[in-house]
């Protein structure tokens, strides 16, 4: 008894009293996690219960929570005029569920990109997602940016992007979102864009190539390229080239290639079994949107597993997603057929 009271867990009448050096904070979702100050660690479960908690409810009127430069959470009492780190919420916790779900049964179609990072504190990592001013990329992005990532909206047109971080900021003030300019049918573009950013010196722990273009009409880019390979494919291939380094240097990092079911419904292949270029960027007379974006989408996976062979034993991992065929999205605005059968179908589909 003597040895359990000199290391701080004797006896006590209750079993959430914390041992001495020990402090119980919470996220900014509201997970309560718990600081050793003698070892300087932090664990979920509390050093004596081993239980694992969450705050219930919302902040008492007049509270405020807020996030430091080291990024730990404090809150502001704006009535009595005054800043502390202990949650005033911790008055009022709900033991959290010992028997986790597991990722089928805790998610399903009608989770949000919120619930699944509930609980998770990304304060200090940097994220990149293109076409991130509207549809998915958008929903990324804020859940990403609420979470306390730094993000960098990349998109072809700035003005739109200005607008999607104004309208997190409206969500959190706090957030840390910036809109850079990122134009994937522009090689010279994209260079530009991988220049900027390094000057930035801040690392890059996750990439997500998100922008795509559907159903456009046959055209060239400025760089003689289809327009849908480029955009959706070659694009982001070079951007991942030029931004190789810095995701090294952040390891561990990861690459996220949204990417779709539809590659399964074309081949890049001639009929003797070799890679057939002129499938990838084809002419005028050879092209069919459809298929031009089912073979940009191949060509996504590919390279995407291509891309985890080589990176993944120095940190960096890569995935390519499939964000699901019932989903209303702004994707299929280029052409009136899809838009019209986008339309009929909305009923059915999860919304943003």
């Known amino acids: 008894m003597a040895a359990l009271k000199y290391a701080g867990l004797e006896d006590t009448d209750s079993e959430e009293e914390l041992p001495p050096g020990w402090e119980e904070r919470t996220t900014r979702d509201g997970w309560v996690y718990y600081a050793n100050h003698l070892e300087e660690k932090t664990q979920w479960e509390h050093p004596k219960s081993g239980k694992r908690k969450r705050v219930a409810g919302g902040l008492p009127y007049g509270w405020e929570q807020e996030t430091d430069e080291n990024g730990q959470v404090y809150f502001v009492d704006h009535i009595n005029k005054r800043t502390t780190y202990l949650d005033p919420r911790l008055a009022f916790t709900v033991e959290d ?18 619930e699944i990072l509930q609980g998770r504190d990304l304060s200090g990592k940097v994220v990149i997602i293109t076409g991130a001013n509207s549809g998915i990329g958008f929903e990324t992005a804020k859940s990403l940016a609420l979470h306390g990532a730094y993000v960098i909206l990349a998109c072809r047109n700035v003005s739109r992007g200005n607008d999607a971080v104004q309208r997190i900021l409206e969500e959190w003030h706090k957030a840390k979102v910036e809109a850079m300019t990122l134009d994937l049918a522009s090689l010279q573009s994209v260079q530009h864009f991988a220049e900027a950013f390094k000057s930035k010196n801040v690392p890059l722990h ?9 159903g456009v009409p046959w055209s060239l880019t400025e760089d003689e390229l289809e327009s849908t390979f480029q955009v959706n494919h070659l694009g982001h291939f070079y951007l991942v080239q030029l931004l190789e380094d810095i995701l090294r240097r952040s390891s561990p990092a990861r ?14 292949k001639d009929s003797s079994g070799k890679l ?12 069919w949107a459809m298929l031009a974006y089912n073979r940009s989408k ?3 996976i590919l390279f995407s597993n291509e891309l985890n062979r080589r990176l993944s034993p120095h940190g960096v991992t890569s995935n390519s997603v499939h964000p699901g065929n019932m989903i209303y999205s702004s994707i299929h605005r280029n052409w009136w057929v899809y838009t019209l059968l986008f339309t009929l179908a909305r009923p059915f589909t999860k919304s943003m």
Do not use: W
């Open 255 to 268: 690459v996220v290639i949204v990417s779709s079911e539809s590659h399964r419904f074309t081949d890049i």
């Open 298 to 300: 191949l060509c996504n």
């Open 97 to 114: 569920n010992p028997v986790k779900p597991t990722t089928r049964q805790k998610y399903d179609g009608n989770s949000t990109a919120m």
């Open 276 to 287: 057939d270029f002129s499938l990838l960027s084809p002419s005028k007379k050879e092209y």
């Open 206 to 214: 996750i990439l997500i190539c998100n922008a795509a273009v559907f």
